[in-house]
């Protein structure tokens, strides 16, 4: 779910214009799970832009602090959103971990890192959402933890049905800046991709562990 439209056309413009967002329905890329692209989103360069990454930082911190209230700490999904999860928590005067994969195979053995204690109220920031299956092992770890994961905000989703069906599963409210369908309808109207490019990415928004550019 959106924060609202006009957040969503205004995260998807700034993305755009610093090429976070990649469109290239005519060479696409292709994922780590073999599934061919004709988009992907680096939202890890909205750092290296202060002021794109501030508006990030602001617009999730004033969510989170509407939505959920201020939680005892801010939670980052490694890798991709430990550097714009720790903005948030420092905007919001909080404490922040991020969560790995899976626990370091030596040392301490941490998947959390960082100070957190069974029981605190913890709100994860994500980078970007396909399918929600690394985001949701973040979740369970947290939940291992003990601790009382409030929700998640992310930069962006893709809008996958699966991921809304994951989301569900886990009994974990899921909210985003932007989405596919925002981003479609922004990339269209600054003439950043053509009327027949919309249409292949619209087709491969519906089915993309089928779509083939060919």
Same mark, same amino acid.
């Given at each position: 779910?959106?924060?609202?439209?006009?957040?969503?056309?205004?995260?998807?413009?700034?993305?755009?214009?610093?090429?976070?967002?990649?469109?290239?329905?005519?060479?696409?890329?292709?994922?780590?799970?073999?599934?061919?692209?004709?988009?992907?989103?680096?939202?890890?360069?909205?750092?290296?832009?202060?002021?794109?990454?501030?508006?990030?930082?602001?617009?999730?911190?004033?969510?989170?602090?509407?939505?959920?209230?201020?939680?005892?700490?801010?939670?980052?999904?490694?890798?991709?959103?430990?550097?714009?999860?720790?903005?948030?928590?420092?905007?919001?005067?909080?404490?922040?971990?991020?969560?790995?994969?899976?626990?370091?195979?030596?040392?301490?053995?941490?998947?959390?890192?960082?100070?957190?204690?069974?029981?605190?109220?913890?709100?994860?920031?994500?980078?970007?959402?396909?399918?929600?299956?690394?985001?949701?092992?973040?979740?369970?770890?947290?939940?291992?933890?003990?601790?009382?994961?409030?929700?998640?905000?992310?930069?962006?989703?893709?809008?996958?049905?699966?991921?809304?069906?994951?989301?569900?599963?886990?009994?974990?409210?899921?909210?985003?800046?932007?989405?596919?369908?925002?981003?479609?309808?922004? @990339? @269209?109207?600054?003439?950043?991709?053509?009327?027949?490019?919309?249409?292949?990415?619209?087709?491969?928004?519906?089915?993309?562990?089928?779509?083939?550019?060919?």
């Amino acid at each position: 779910m959106i924060f609202n439209k006009h957040t969503a056309r205004q995260t998807a413009k700034v993305l755009l214009e610093v090429n976070a967002i990649k469109l290239q329905p005519k060479d696409p890329f292709t994922w780590a799970s073999g599934w061919k692209s004709p988009i992907y989103c680096d939202n890890r360069i909205i750092l290296s832009f202060p002021p794109i990454r501030n508006y990030i930082r602001e617009e999730i911190a004033k969510f989170i602090e509407q939505h959920y209230g201020k939680p005892d700490v801010i939670a980052g999904v490694a890798t991709g959103a430990i550097g714009i999860g720790m903005l948030v928590a420092e905007y919001l005067g909080l404490p922040f971990v991020y969560v790995r994969p899976e626990a370091k195979k030596h040392g301490r053995q941490n998947q959390i890192e960082g100070f957190i204690e069974s029981g605190q109220n913890v709100v994860v920031v994500e980078d970007l959402i396909s399918t929600g299956k690394s985001s949701l092992n973040a979740v369970r770890a947290l939940k291992e933890a003990k601790v009382n994961v409030k929700g998640m905000v992310a930069i962006f989703s893709y809008g996958f049905e699966v991921a809304d069906t994951n989301f569900e599963s886990e009994n974990i409210t899921l909210h985003t800046l932007g989405n596919y369908e925002n981003l479609l309808i922004e @990339a @269209a109207n600054s003439n950043y991709i053509s009327e027949s490019e919309i249409e292949t990415l619209s087709d491969w928004n519906s089915n993309p562990s089928e779509w083939n550019a060919n």
